[in-house]
């Protein structure tokens, strides 16, 4: 049975929730599971933004049926060609051999990589600003590169302020009934999964994502429908205020992380004390990971939501334990930078967690490390109180300051 949503008198939703995927594209979990938009225009001509993932392909082509209503399908816009949202366009192609299909030079390529039907005597290629009239609607085509791929473009529909928006503004997690973020908590229930799900998809990308803004403010956006999520048609301008912060790298919040690694406990002792005196100095927003029990998506999440960040591992192997080792590569590779931070190395014979660290940190943009380095030898002693109480001082002033 297919389940279509009216969006306006003459825009369907037809995308479907996948509950089952443990991990979106094979690392990060999605508890929650995902849903994969797409939608239908019945204009003169009929639309399809976008297709679906094989997981729930069966549900979006009943879906697309139904929309269309008997009608057959004349475009079909491809916004973004990573297979969560194209693995259907054969099948697409199939259903309804003359469809033309609508995307840029690069997209046209991709499709000829991804699949082997006839792409050129379909192909209709759209240049940056181009647009493509379907009886009352035109729609623009505004090119947004690295906006998770290099092919990708978000489409503005001029009659209604409908911005098709690809990958940006989506998030992590299926959708159950309630199709917009205005019908759910999304701020307490969603604004996690949204943040995890920008930084570690399009984090790297923060340059290209404020091009995108950019762009964006220019037009009078009434709706916004991206390929995954919730539609947002209120409160638009604080989801966009979200993707600056996240985009400029600036911390979303004044307050103070730590994650550290452990094997025997006493690091995760160590911070425990450091925890306990910067609470004894006002500190209130204070969150603690083992970057072993949380996966570092959530971890990396974390680090561009506070502005203080504690990394704490033994040495192991004369190498930074390697779960610590992973988040810090994943943070480089996010080009994660504008933090205060702190760094506790620990060990029993070598120590060289903590000059290994500090060399990571370093090559990332403007992490400040606001601390001498702290080496444990085995566990924390007395006479370490005060290098403790000089750390505590220095995270204190920077989630306060
Ligand atoms: C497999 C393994 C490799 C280790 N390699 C080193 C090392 O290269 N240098 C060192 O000083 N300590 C090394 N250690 C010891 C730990 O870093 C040390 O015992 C530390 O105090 C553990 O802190 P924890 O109590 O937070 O687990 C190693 C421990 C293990 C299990
Ligand atoms: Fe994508
Ligand atoms: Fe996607």
Redesign the pocket.
């Known amino acids: 049975m297919h389940n279509i949503r009216k969006i306006a008198e003459d825009v369907i939703y037809v995308g479907a929730s996948d509950r089952r995927l443990a991990l979106f594209e094979n690392v990060y979990p999605i508890e929650r599971g995902v849903s994969y938009n797409s939608y239908v225009v019945l204009d003169e001509s009929t639309v399809l933004l976008d297709t679906a993932d094989h997981s729930v392909s069966r549900e979006f082509l009943e879906n697309v049926e139904a929309a269309l209503g008997g009608r057959s399908l004349d475009w079909l816009i491809v916004n973004?060609m990573?297979p969560?949202?194209c693995s259907v366009i054969a099948e697409i192609v199939l259903r309804y051999p003359d469809v033309k299909i609508v995307g840029n030079q690069k997209t046209i390529q991709m499709i000829k990589q991804f699949f082997s039907f006839d792409v050129d005597s379909r192909a209709h290629i759209v240049k940056d600003g181009d647009t493509l009239t379907t009886g009352k609607h035109t729609f623009a085509f505004v090119f947004a590169p690295m906006v998770?791929w290099p092919e990708v473009m978000v489409t503005f529909d001029t009659s209604n302020g409908f911005l098709f928006s690809a990958?940006a503004f989506?998030t992590f997690g299926a959708l159950a009934g309630n199709i917009y973020a205005d019908e759910l908590d999304f701020e307490k229930e969603w604004l996690d999964d949204a943040r995890r799900y920008y930084i570690n998809i399009v984090g790297k990308y923060g340059v290209q994502v404020m091009n995108t803004l950019k762009k964006a403010a220019t037009l009078p956006i009434k709706m916004i429908l991206p390929?995954?999520g919730p539609i947002w048609r209120e409160n638009i301008g604080w989801f966009i205020s979200k993707y600056q912060t996240w985009a400029s790298y600036t911390p979303e919040e004044k307050g103070l992380l730590i994650i550290y690694s452990t094997i025997y406990g006493d690091t995760a002792n160590a911070v425990d004390v450091l925890a306990a005196a910067a609470a004894e100095r006002g500190v209130r927003n204070i969150h603690m990971y083992d970057a072993s029990k949380t996966d570092v998506s959530v971890l990396v999440s974390e680090c561009f939501r506070y502005s203080t960040i504690v990394f704490a591992s033994p040495t192991y192997n004369a190498e930074i334990f390697p779960k610590m080792e992973m988040l810090l590569s994943e943070l480089r590779a996010h080009a994660f930078q504008k933090r205060d931070a702190a760094v506790i190395e620990n060990g029993t014979w070598a120590l060289s967690a903590g000059k290994k660290m500090s060399e990571i940190l370093g090559s990332m943009k403007e992490i400040n490390i606001i601390a001498p380095v702290l080496s444990i030898k085995s566990s924390l002693k007395e006479d370490q109180m005060g290098a403790i109480e000089e750390m505590a001082d220095a995270l204190s002033e920077s989630v306060r300051g």
């Open positions: 973004h990573e969560d949202h998770h990958d989506g390929l995954h």
